[in-house]
């Protein structure tokens, strides 16, 4: 396992990678593989895991300090605020005064982190600001784990989160029941907890029974194994949905079990990214390339949308990667045709805007953390 001398796994950078470039795919091209709930779920089982990993670390610090709830809460605020909240709002701030429709419309919404909210009471989308929900869906999580790590005793962790996943499948199956709209159960973070606990429990493994976790994840047939089972639970839900006239995807089984199969493989893929995968896959994860897009792949999700997106880019004026496009086209009409090019482009431009938000932004911010929250 290639670890740094701050304990960072070098690996889960390259599995961040992984998770936004199936965002990319999903958004960016005509793919019918459900490719960006993929990497929107990679990305909750790896927070469920690093989040619960770093409080049970912490709380172990501070439980019979006195006042140790109180050290162990403003740490993990302060380090959460400082990594996430800065580079949020800019963001925002900067989309409202340019003018971005769906950013203005919706203020209220994003300010608080309830876009997800928006769109389950609604039951649809919000435009440029859609894929903002998985951020909001993270924080509400962040609401909770603090205190569910804190107070519920080492020994019966595993039972709440079992519990919390069961709930979670048995919430979107009871949406589905009722008529909800499929988005209801996408985005609605109770719904999404599934993926949280299969994060948790690999901390808790992690912690707890290290080499019970590490004899699981050198088990790398498990991955491809979870990854057939995933691939099979998409093939039997467009199946089901053939069936449907019209034709409709959103069917029991890619509702109920699309999020939990993808949560098993993630689970699978991240554990043994953890304890370290060899041969071509450890080449490919720790790749200097790789390794850096997956450090600022925060900043590629958060900015990628309004760079370019083929549905709302549009309706904004003057969008300055339209005019691009546009006069790119005008030079080079055989150019238009091909989406290669475009996504070539986007994902170009949407790294580069990533990299400064990195290093004169992201960056100088985060090396605040150590001087506030210790």
Same mark, same amino acid.
């Given at each position: 396992m290639?670890v740094?001398?701050k304990?960072?796994i070098?690996?889960?950078?390259?599995?961040?990678?992984?998770?936004v470039?199936? %965002?990319?795919?999903?958004?960016l +091209?005509?793919?019918?593989?459900?490719a960006?709930?993929?990497?929107?779920?990679?990305f /909750? %089982?790896l927070s469920?895991?690093?989040?619960?990993?770093?409080l049970?670390l912490?709380?172990?610090?501070?439980?019979?300090?006195?006042?140790?709830?109180?050290?162990?809460?403003?740490?993990f605020? #302060?380090r959460?605020?400082?990594?996430?909240?800065?580079?949020y709002?800019?963001? &925002?701030f900067?989309l409202? &005064? &340019?003018?971005?429709?769906?950013v203005?419309?919706?203020l209220?919404?994003?300010v608080?982190?309830a876009t997800n909210i928006?769109m389950?009471?609604?039951?649809?989308?919000m435009?440029s600001?859609?894929?903002?929900w998985?951020?909001?869906?993270?924080?509400?999580v962040?609401? &909770? $784990?603090?205190?569910l790590?804190? /107070?519920?005793p080492?020994?019966n962790? !595993?039972?709440?989160?079992g519990?919390?996943?069961?709930?979670?499948?048995?919430?979107?199956f009871?949406?589905?029941?009722t008529?909800k709209?499929?988005? %209801?159960?996408y985005v609605?973070m109770p719904?999404?907890?599934?993926?949280?606990?299969?994060?948790? $429990?690999?901390?808790w493994l992690q912690?707890n029974?290290?080499e019970?976790?590490?004899?699981?994840?050198?088990?790398?047939?498990?991955?491809?194994?979870? !990854?057939l089972?995933w /691939?099979?639970?998409?093939?039997?839900?467009?199946?089901?949905?053939?069936?449907?006239?019209?034709?409709?995807?959103?069917?029991? #089984?890619?509702?109920?079990?699309?999020?939990?199969?993808?949560?098993?493989?993630?689970?699978f893929?991240?554990?043994?990214?953890?304890?370290? /995968?060899?041969?071509?896959?450890?080449v490919?994860?720790e790749?200097?390339?790789?390794?850096?897009?997956?450090?600022?792949?925060?900043g590629i999700?958060?900015?990628?949308?309004?760079?370019?997106?083929?549905?709302?880019?549009?309706?904004?004026?003057?969008?300055?990667?339209?005019?691009?496009?546009?006069?790119?086209?005008?030079?080079f009409p055989?150019?238009?045709?091909?989406?290669?090019f475009?996504?070539f482009?986007?994902?170009?431009? +949407?790294? !580069?805007?990533?990299? %400064?938000?990195w290093?004169?932004?992201?960056?100088?911010?985060n090396?605040l953390?150590?001087?506030?929250?210790?």
């Amino acid at each position: 396992m290639h670890v740094t001398s701050k304990g960072h796994i070098i690996q889960l950078d390259g599995i961040r990678f992984i998770a936004v470039a199936l %965002v990319l795919l999903a958004h960016l +091209t005509d793919t019918n593989l459900p490719a960006g709930e993929l990497g929107v779920t990679m990305f /909750f %089982v790896l927070s469920g895991f690093l989040i619960t990993r770093i409080l049970m670390l912490s709380r172990d610090k501070y439980k019979e300090e006195p006042g140790g709830f109180k050290k162990y809460i403003r740490k993990f605020l #302060i380090r959460r605020t400082i990594r996430i909240f800065p580079v949020y709002y800019l963001c &925002i701030f900067i989309l409202y &005064i &340019i003018g971005v429709p769906s950013v203005r419309e919706y203020l209220g919404w994003l300010v608080l982190y309830a876009t997800n909210i928006y769109m389950a009471i609604h039951e649809g989308w919000m435009g440029s600001v859609d894929h903002l929900w998985s951020l909001a869906v993270e924080e509400q999580v962040y609401l &909770i $784990f603090p205190f569910l790590i804190f /107070f519920v005793p080492r020994k019966n962790l !595993l039972t709440v989160l079992g519990v919390m996943g069961v709930f979670s499948v048995l919430l979107r199956f009871y949406f589905f029941m009722t008529g909800k709209s499929w988005i %209801v159960s996408y985005v609605s973070m109770p719904a999404c907890l599934d993926s949280f606990a299969f994060g948790g $429990f690999m901390a808790w493994l992690q912690l707890n029974k290290k080499e019970a976790f590490t004899n699981l994840f050198r088990q790398k047939w498990l991955v491809v194994a979870s !990854l057939l089972v995933w /691939f099979l639970v998409y093939y039997f839900s467009v199946q089901l949905g053939l069936k449907y006239n019209p034709v409709n995807k959103y069917n029991v #089984i890619k509702i109920v079990f699309d999020r939990l199969s993808a949560s098993a493989f993630s689970f699978f893929l991240i554990g043994s990214a953890a304890v370290g /995968f060899t041969g071509g896959m450890a080449v490919f994860l720790e790749n200097k390339a790789i390794v850096y897009l997956g450090r600022i792949s925060y900043g590629i999700y958060l900015y990628h949308n309004f760079v370019f997106n083929h549905y709302h880019s549009y309706t904004v004026p003057n969008h300055p990667v339209v005019r691009l496009f546009n006069k790119i086209y005008r030079h080079f009409p055989e150019l238009q045709g091909y989406q290669s090019f475009q996504v070539f482009v986007v994902v170009v431009l +949407t790294v !580069l805007v990533a990299s %400064v938000s990195w290093h004169f932004f992201e960056k100088p911010i985060n090396a605040l953390k150590d001087k506030y929250a210790y």
